[in-house]
């Protein structure tokens, strides 16, 4: 027995829209958390918390756009050589911020690093033999990257390893962000094992099936079912242990609203233009220089 179809409204394009916006929130948070001004309690901090709180809806849509990017390009090499590269542009300009100590606050974990390392797992792992070890190359780069998070905020901690291992050079949201974006690559993968093994599709086949709304919305609750229970366990284990918690869980619940777009996106690309796809790649390094220089004016006058 086949439900009847849903209506889901939101494109790849409306995604990007809303990720875009929201991560700009977040990141004007950002720099209002760094002026020194902002003092606890003041009306800037306040601001900054509101804010970076509702910018942790932005990550969540990127890594679930990562994983459609990769499960629907044909080039996964290009597709992920884009990526690389921008990373590498900014990670070369943060090296540069890190080092001069007027700019050095600046530099800071970039979301790239994240999608990078998460994409580059997902390429290699579906490699055939040897390369399939080369995995846990990026996986090494997510796993360490927590270490250093937990280590930094560990009660009369020493300066000593992470030292050659500053927080720019992290993936921000390592094993939170890991988890994440398997539960959403894997999502159709379960969503066939699933119509495989209920009375679902007695009346057509799982290839007809995946043409229909229903399917993609099927993958849209796995995806966001497994979103939320990850976000709920590792707030968990933050809340209910003595260990340091360099991911601020706290905070990363206010990712779950990104629950609501997600659960509407209908499996198209929408807009499109060869502009628009440039303007998502360069938007973070813009529109960061752009933030920095607006509030480093303010603090000068």
């Not at 996106?265 to 933030?291: A, E, M, Q, T």
Request: aromatic content about 20%; charged content about 10%.
């Amino acid at each position: 027995m086949i439900m009847k179809e849903k209506k889901l409204y939101l494109s790849e394009f409306w995604l990007k829209i809303l990720a875009l916006v929201f991560m700009t929130i977040d990141h004007i948070g950002l720099f209002l958390d760094m002026n020194p001004a902002n003092v606890s309690g003041s009306l800037g901090d306040t601001f900054s918390i509101i804010f970076r709180s509702i910018g942790r809806i932005a990550m969540p849509l990127f890594l679930f756009m990562l994983a459609e990017g990769l499960h629907k390009s044909h080039d996964r090499g290009n597709y992920i050589l884009r990526i690389a590269v921008l990373w590498a542009i900014i990670f070369v300009a943060e090296l540069v911020l890190f080092f001069i100590p007027q700019t050095s606050m600046y530099s800071f974990a970039q979301p790239f690093s994240d999608l990078l390392a998460c994409a580059l797992f997902i390429y290699f792992l579906e490699k055939k033999g040897a390369l399939k070890f080369l995995a846990l190359l990026p996986l090494t780069w997510i796993i360490l990257s927590y270490a250093a998070g937990v280590a930094n905020n560990m009660p009369g901690y020493e300066v000593t390893w992470t030292a050659y291992f500053p927080e720019f050079c992290w993936t921000g949201y390592s094993l939170f962000g890991f988890l994440i974006f398997l539960g959403f690559y894997y999502a159709p993968y379960l969503a066939r094992i699933f119509l495989n093994k209920s009375q679902l599709l007695s009346e057509t086949s799982i290839e007809e099936y995946q043409k229909t709304t229903n399917y993609q919305w099927l993958v849209n609750l796995i995806g966001s079912v497994i979103f939320v229970l990850i976000t709920i366990l590792l707030w968990g284990i933050v809340n209910l242990s003595s260990l340091p918690d360099p991911l601020n869980m706290s905070r990363q619940t206010y990712a779950l609203f990104s629950f609501l777009p997600l659960y509407f996106y209908n499996g198209s690309r929408g807009y499109d233009k060869k502009w628009w796809r440039y303007f998502n790649y360069f938007y973070y390094p813009v529109h960061i220089v752009f933030l920095a220089l607006i509030f480093w004016l303010i603090m000068v006058l």
